[in-house]
């Protein structure tokens, strides 16, 4: 069965366990940047959930977008998290493959019925109240995560760029 949702890789992220010190080694190592930088909690991304219950965490990302993909950077604040599963398992590195899809609800639908549970959702992130994502359990069949995302009209301004 093919998942008809995903057709290109439009993210990759890494989970890292400080979000300043990553963003510090992927500029001067790498070149890679700026970054725009976001904290996502329970007092802005409604309705999260982990592991089918509704659940707060917290996280800040740092995102940039390169020949027109998106990087991220995640660090786990509060949980319990996939992030924080991550961390724990595996230390720093890939953590999931994200893909825009315009309607997050049949891409749920079409994942679980190909055997892929949620596992950590939020929706409600965009300044209009929409957008949302949400990370499958495939770490087991394809190595890493998958997460579709709905991008929302617009985002509110980052809380900062990185650098300055």
């Not at 992927?26 to 329970?42: A, D, K, M, N």
């Not at 190909?114 to 499958?136: I, T």
Request: aromatic share 10%; net charge negative.
């Amino acid at each position: 069965m093919t998942i008809d949702s995903f057709r290109s890789v439009d993210q990759v992220a890494l989970v890292v366990r400080d979000l300043d010190a990553a963003m510090e080694r992927y500029s001067v190592q790498l070149g890679v940047g700026p970054r725009e930088i976001y904290t996502f909690s329970p007092e802005w991304v409604r309705r999260m959930t982990f592991r089918g219950r509704e659940l707060g965490y917290s996280m800040r990302l740092g995102l940039t977008e390169i020949a027109g993909m998106s990087y991220e950077l995640v660090e786990p604040l509060t949980g319990p998290s996939t992030y924080h599963e991550f961390l724990d398992a595996h230390g720093e590195g890939l953590h999931h493959l994200g893909y825009m899809v315009d309607d997050l609800e049949a891409a749920i639908a079409e994942m679980a019925a190909a055997g892929f549970p949620v596992l950590q959702s939020g929706r409600d992130y965009g300044v209009d109240g929409d957008g949302g994502y949400a990370y499958f359990e495939t770490g087991a069949a394809l190595g890493c995560i998958v997460e579709a995302i709905e991008r929302p009209r617009a985002l509110p301004p980052p809380e900062r760029t990185y650098p300055a």
